[in-house]
């Protein structure tokens, strides 16, 4: 069974030499600086942080915010039974945590829709972006920031099955406190799929979250 088309697959990785230098570089400690690293490398970050996450288990988190030392947790309006609790909420996907890294909510008023997919009989990672319709046209974005979790103190959104795979969605939460191991500065163009961003009808995210999660066709 597929899944529906609104899923966007990962793009093909390219794990060159420079970047599992780099990887080996961080995990040593020697480039707890990624802006300095990635900067030196030129590396594309996306693919960086994937190899990364490859290693290593870690828990990413976006925001617009460059000096956040200490993640406390919070309770966050989620439609989803696991975001319903109050926690330090990640991801091990880096990909879905740079969305939230660039899309500006300070300075626009819209809201999101997004997701993020593992089928783990294929070991494919898929997603979906869609921010606020009005919003869409005036490009929302900005510099933002992805930050790297230690993954100790995380559990992951438990599995289930998605359109008859075996399938579990790459979120994570942390009851306590956590303080970040290290910080990227990321740009709109860093973003894999700034161009397949979509727009939705605010007042109809509860009928989308729905679709979703029982792998239905968007609502028209």
Known sequence: MSIPDYWLERPPLHWDEGTEQAVDAFLAGEGLDLDALLGKSQLVPWEF???????????????GDPGIERFEPREPVDFAPFGQQRAVFATSDP?????YA???RGAHDLTLNNGCLVLDDRAESYY????????LGRQ?????????LPADTFVEQPGATYAGHPA????????VAVEALARLRVEPHDFPFLDRIGGHDDHRLAEYAQAVMSAAPWPD
């Open 95 to 99: 990909i879905w945590a740079m969305f």
């Open 102 to 104: 660039i899309v500006d």
């Open 168 to 175: 579990h969605v790459p979120q994570l939460a942390s009851p």
């Open 128 to 135: 979906y972006f869609s921010v606020s319709r009005q919003a």
């Open 49 to 63: 942080l994937c190899a990364l996450a490859a290693r290593r288990r870690i828990a990413f988190h976006g925001t």
């Open 140 to 148: 929302p974005w900005r510099t933002g920031y992805l930050y790297l």
